[in-house]
């Protein structure tokens, strides 16, 4: 079974002793980039070329994101507290 995407948004990924709220594949532990992929190919039907070209998506999305942030705590009085 799929997570919401809450759930996978929510979980605070930058503590390093941190474990997923729920399971990927019967595992807790942070996924590497190869398990994401085998996990969408096996678990979600996704051709393997899909499965890459959606988490670059994501991959520029938390970049994009990360950049609006730091904006935000440089250009806003207030912003980071």
Known sequence: ???????VVTTTVYVPNDAMALTLDGSKKWPARERLLKFAVDHCGLRHKHAIRILEEVKHGVRQAQKKLEQGIRDMNGFST
Request: no cysteine.
């Open 1 to 7: 079974m799929l997570a919401p995407t809450f759930d």
